[in-house]
Nanobody
Framework: VQLQASGGGLVQAGGSLRLSCAAS????????MGWFRQVSGKEREFVAA????????YYSDSVKGRFTISRDNAKNMVYLQMNSLKPEDTAVYYC??????????????????WGQGTQVTVSS
């Protein structure tokens, strides 16, 4: 599976962005998908995950109620809708694929494939 993240940019606090992750490969629908973020000098942080069916979603406490993860298996796409953005959401965002399919894995090491990252900057 190859992943390509896009949709990042500069937005004011309180604004919204939608990140997209395009996946190649016919096995995409077997994978759970996750979004992580990383600030320079810090560890990569779990943001959200979705099971292979799309029926289960998981969020970190810091984004719960503001971000929504979704997927379209017919299009091999995963999305992260980010609302009510805060300056502390500023980071490089990565999409990742997890063969377990459950979406319950929150550690980067549990994900087999990664996209290249897209920068999100939230100004105050």
């Amino acid at each position: 599976v190859q992943l390509q993240a896009s949709g990042g940019g500069l937005v004011q606090a309180g604004g919204s962005l939608r990140l997209s992750c395009a996946a190649s490969g016919r096995t995409f629908r077997q994978y759970a998908m996750g979004w992580f973020r990383q600030v320079s000098g810090k560890e990569r942080e779990f943001v959200a995950a979705i099971s292979w069916t799309g029926g289960s979603t998981y969020y970190s406490d810091s984004v719960k109620g503001r971000f929504t993860i979704s997927r379209d298996n017919a299009k091999n796409m995963v999305y992260l809708q980010m609302n009510s953005l805060k300056p502390e959401d500023t980071a490089v965002y990565y999409c990742a694929a997890d063969l377990s399919g459950t979406g319950k894995n929150y550690q980067p090491l549990e994900y087999e494939y990664w996209g290249q990252g897209t920068q999100v900057t939230v100004s105050s």
